[in-house]
Nanobody, 120 residues
Framework: QLQLVESGGGLVQAGGSLRLSCAGSGSIVSINSAGWYRQAPGKQREVVAV???????NYADSVKGRFTISRDNAKKSVYLQMNSLKPEDTAVYYC??????????????WGQGTLVTVSS
């Protein structure tokens, strides 16, 4: 009832593209700030991109010019368009969002993760 559902991961060759989606459940009224994070095998989770409630964005240097974070408030969704993928982009990608529940309650929620594998 209260969750972020991720989709769009998969296997792609270097240079290819994928689009990740993160959709709030029906119990979520809206999403404020949100971000995408990733965790590669043997590495710490790192921030990839963030987007504010007003639509301002920031990206990790490693993905600038290749990835684009966006949002659709009506669909309570956040997206990550990934172009020119590299093998080093291989990781489990997680969305994170500050969500608004009924009666103005706010919480921070993580998605379940979706695996992106980029082959050489």
């Amino acid at each position: 009832q209260l969750q972020l559902v991720e989709s769009g991961g998969g296997l792609v060759q270097a240079g290819g593209s994928l689009r990740l989606s993160c959709a709030g459940s029906g119990s979520i009224v809206s999403i404020n700030s949100a971000g995408w994070y990733r965790q590669a095998p043997g590495k710490q989770r790192e921030v990839v991109a963030v987007i504010t409630s007003g639509g301002s964005t920031n990206y990790a240097d490693s993905v600038k010019g290749r990835f684009t974070i966006s949002r659709d408030n009506a669909k309570k969704s956040v997206y990550l368009q990934m172009n020119s993928l590299k093998p080093e982009d291989t990781a489990v990608y997680y969305c994170n969002a500050d969500i608004i529940l009924p009666f103005g309650r706010s919480f921070e929620v993580w998605g379940q993760g979706t695996l992106v594998t980029v082959s050489s």
